[in-house]
């Protein structure tokens, strides 16, 4: 009986010490948590933004946050709203904050999308998926991020300021081929490209 | 195999309780309900109210807000130029009530800090720990001539009825009429509000009444906030007359005119003065105010007031931080001063937290410029660590302070 007991109680216990790390959590529950206070007035609560121009942070590779928040405060992604924030970030704690956002439960952009632009996305979309995956899953492992199911006004963003080369990557010959990439392609396929990786959801 | 003992159990168990207390702040103590009372239901005190409830939802939490809806400030200088509805703006409390939170909709009439309660009427409401946002109040008496005619010479500073009251005088008006806008001595509620209110009533001028313009009269020596992007904003409209350092001192409703600190005597047709501000009332009466007599000096970290224990003071009526009198900042305060309320109830040291600004302005019927400041705490103080603005107007800036709104109105009341 006793056996049973410390059973149940040790299995109690490790449900207890998971429970800061579980997103059900209260947002006071762990450090990172509440550092990311903060963030939530425009990246909604535990980063799943409802804002259309606004990234959902829920449930990102730590390292692709990291490398986002650094190009940000290195102004490699000028972003006004996002300079200021990501040197808070950098000066409070990075890998507390990261760690939280990636274990928060991705919930996919609500908004609905315009079905005709989907479709455009759709027939232009294997260019993307030679990196981001055929669901615009990301590749953690090579810091390329998830695409699916972000909100289409901020992929749209994105494109738009990598088409005119506002938004500088790592790689040259990446940068090349994404420029080479989207130089044919209007607004109408941009938003189209948008659309269709927004309404992607995780298998 | 080793039998387990009853001792072994103990042990086991000892561990286990022990990892209990350190792995959160609730707690699962059988103490007392601890209350919260939270006086002010706008950005500051919904978000707390709601994130304590989120925390830590063994704590009873008691919302004093006399309207039954929330009206957002921020976006309603946009009805003013007929580009959004003062209903796009409002929403109701049901979210925080789904936290399980109390909420009355009654004002609050007293607070006794020595017993520990509010009076609301002829009842009153205990607390353990109090929280104000009460928001701002106008200092009608800076003004000669304006406390007899609050009633007709509007503000539209607390978006509502008054909001809908100027826009219907703006489009009434007749085309060469004069529009005259005052903008209050800082501190005041949202610095660049004046500033893109008179933008936008420019734009809507230029587009509907193309003979009027529009004065503005600073008290301040210059545009308060965003300074060089409204000035830019400004050589748009050349029916914009803005003139600093012309405080307000007289209005005279029968000769529709108005004497400014220079003696400079003003004629108008459709007036819109923003008074003098100071903490509501309530904070006031409560002695919560400082050495200004007008706004509420908190504590950095846990915004607890520095003159009264137990009573936490959030939002637009408090003073001393580097931040200015916004919406994101109110919102920010509400959650960092739950968790250290939830903390100090549960017997915690608070965590050091501080806030952020994110401040968009409109400058006609699709463009917004925005700032951006970001802030750590060194000593116990709030330090800025950075402000950004925008290069100039965008649609883009736009587009991002509509994903914002939706964002921070759910984080308020969602």
Redesign the interface.
């Known amino acids: 009986m006793w056996n049973c007991l410390l059973v149940v109680f040790v299995l109690i216990t490790v449900v207890l010490m998971c429970a800061p790390f579980n997103a059900a959590a209260g947002p006071l529950d762990s450090s990172g948590a509440q550092k990311a206070l903060v963030c939530s007035a425009c990246h909604g609560f535990a980063g799943n933004s409802p804002g259309n121009t606004i990234p959902i942070i829920a449930g990102m590779a730590p390292n692709y946050f990291k490398k986002a928040i650094k190009d940000y405060a290195e102004g490699k992604r000028p972003s006004p709203e996002m300079e200021p924030y990501s040197k808070y970030v950098l000066q409070v704690g990075i890998d507390e904050i990261a760690d939280y956002f990636a274990v928060q439960l991705r919930q996919p952009a609500k908004a609905r999308l315009d079905s005709n632009a989907v479709k455009r996305g759709a027939a232009l979309a294997a260019q993307c998926a030679a990196c981001h995956g055929s669901n615009g899953e990301g590749d953690a492992f090579r810091t390329i991020p998830a695409i699916q199911g972000q909100p289409a006004g901020y992929l749209q963003v994105q494109l738009t300021i990598l088409k005119e080369n506002k938004r500088k990557l790592d790689d040259a010959a990446v940068e090349d081929a994404k420029k080479t990439m989207l130089k044919p392609m209007s607004d109408a396929d941009l938003a189209g490209l948008a659309a269709y990786f927004s309404s992607l959801q995780s298998q | 195999m080793k039998t387990?003992?009853?001792r072994?159990?103990l042990k086991?168990?000892g561990?286990?309780v022990a990892?209990?207390g350190s792995?959160?702040?609730?707690s699962f103590a059988a103490e007392a309900k601890r209350r919260v009372v939270v006086i002010g239901g706008g950005w500051g005190g919904a978000t707390t109210a709601k994130?304590i409830r989120?925390?830590?939802s063994s704590i009873e939490v008691t919302l004093l807000e006399p309207n039954k809806e929330f009206i957002s400030c921020p976006f309603s200088n946009l009805v003013l130029s007929g580009v959004e509805s003062l209903k796009n703006l409002t929403m109701n409390y049901d979210g925080l009530r789904k936290h399980g939170v109390r909420i009355r909709h009654e004002a609050a009439s007293a607070i006794e800090p020595d017993k520990k309660r509010v009076r609301v009427g002829k009842d009153s409401l205990e607390y353990d720990r109090l929280v104000l946002s009460p928001g701002i109040d106008f200092q009608w008496d800076q003004v000669e001539g304006l406390a007899q005619a609050k009633d007709t010479v509007l503000h539209a500073w607390k978006a509502g009825p008054q909001t809908v009251q100027l826009a219907k005088q703006l489009q009434s008006m007749k085309d060469g009429d004069v529009v005259v806008m005052t903008v209050p001595p800082v501190a005041y509620r949202c610095p660049p509000g004046p500033y893109e209110r008179a933008s936008l009533i420019a734009w809507y001028l230029q587009t509907k009444k193309p003979k009027s313009k529009l004065i503005v009269l600073d008290a301040n020596k210059d545009i308060v906030s965003k300074t060089g992007l409204f000035k830019a904003v400004f050589k748009d409209y050349s029916n914009l007359d803005y003139r600093p350092s012309q405080k307000v001192e007289k209005i005279d409703v029968g000769a529709k005119e108005v004497t400014t600190e220079t003696g400079d005597k003003v004629k108008y047709d459709v007036i819109n003065l923003i008074p003098p501000q100071r903490a509501a009332a309530i904070a006031v009466e409560a002695d919560l105010v400082g050495g200004d007599k007008r706004w509420c000096e908190v504590d950095h970290v846990t915004y607890e007031s520095v003159k009264q224990k137990n009573i936490h003071v959030v939002g637009d009526s408090t003073i001393g931080l580097p931040v200015p009198k916004s919406g994101?900042v109110a919102?920010?305060m509400g959650?960092?001063c739950a968790?250290a309320v939830?903390?100090l109830l549960n017997g915690k040291e608070p965590?050091v937290?501080?806030?952020?600004n994110?401040c968009y302005s409109w400058v006609n019927d699709k463009e917004a410029i925005?700032v951006?400041?970001?802030?750590?705490i060194e000593n116990g103080k709030v330090v800025q660590?950075?402000?950004?603005?925008?290069?100039g107007k965008s649609v883009?800036?736009a587009?991002?302070s509509?994903?914002?709104?939706?964002?921070?109105w759910?984080?308020v009341l969602?």
């Open positions: 387990l003992t009853r072994d159990f086991a168990s561990m286990g990892l209990l792995s959160g702040v609730s994130y989120l925390s830590d994101n919102n920010a959650k960092i968790t939830v903390h965590p937290i501080a806030p952020g994110t925005a951006v400041n970001s802030y750590k660590i950075e402000q950004k603005l925008t290069p883009g800036t587009q991002n509509l994903a914002w709104r939706s964002s921070i759910n984080d969602g």
